[in-house]
């Protein structure tokens, strides 16, 4: 079963997420450290840099601690 068949069926995550991360794209150097280590698969690397589907985050920060560039910062969820 695919990854985007098994995140349909589960369904939303993220309604609960009280912090989120932010990535800055003038900092992103692309290396997937982020998209390795996300536990929800939210997080895919494009060539303008990491991209977050706020859907299916939960706000761990586990991306924001494990890239190395520190170009992704965690925010309150507004």
Do not use: L
């Not at 990854?3 to 993220?14: A, L, N, S, Y």
């Not at 895919?44 to 586990?62: L, R």
């Amino acid at each position: 079963m695919s990854v985007m068949r098994v995140r349909k069926i589960q369904g939303q995550t993220g309604t609960w997420r009280v912090i989120r991360p932010v990535v800055d794209k003038s900092k992103c150097i692309k290396c997937g450290t982020c998209q390795t280590f996300c536990p929800d698969s939210s997080i895919h690397v494009t060539p303008e840099g990491a991209e977050v589907d706020y859907t299916f985050c939960k706000g761990c920060g586990i991306c924001a601690n494990e890239c190395p560039v520190k170009c992704i910062k965690m925010e309150r969820e507004v």
